[in-house]
């Protein structure tokens, strides 16, 4: 997902290859954090899809530039899917 484009959660959750219980506590956060919104969908108003707003679109380019930041100093190509899968198992993880 980007700033110019939308995507359902459920979307999110194959993309991820996360459950749907997790891509919805993270959406719940991104939203209070106002990193995304929610936009019903054009061809079909009763589906909901999530829209990074601006806020979260500079915060994406931010950790683009720091991910490649750190590739090129580990010198090792991760890609960006796997790197949020990894985001996304952070902080669902219980704080020790």
């Known amino acids: 997902m980007d700033a110019a484009r939308s995507a359902r959660a459920k979307d999110l959750s194959q993309m ?4 749907a219980s997790t891509i919805s506590a993270k959406i ?8 995304v919104s929610v936009v ?18 500079d915060q994406l380019e931010i950790a683009r530039r720091i991910l ?20 996304f198992r952070a902080l669902n993880a219980p704080e020790r």
């Open 16 to 19: 991820l290859a996360l459950d």
């Open 28 to 35: 719940k956060q991104l939203l209070s954090r106002g990193l």
């Open 40 to 57: 019903a969908d054009p061809s079909d108003r009763r589906v909901k899809r999530l829209s990074l707003t601006a806020e979260g679109a």
């Open 68 to 87: 490649a930041e750190l590739q090129s100093k580990c010198r090792f190509e991760v890609s960006e899917k796997t790197n949020l899968q990894e985001l």
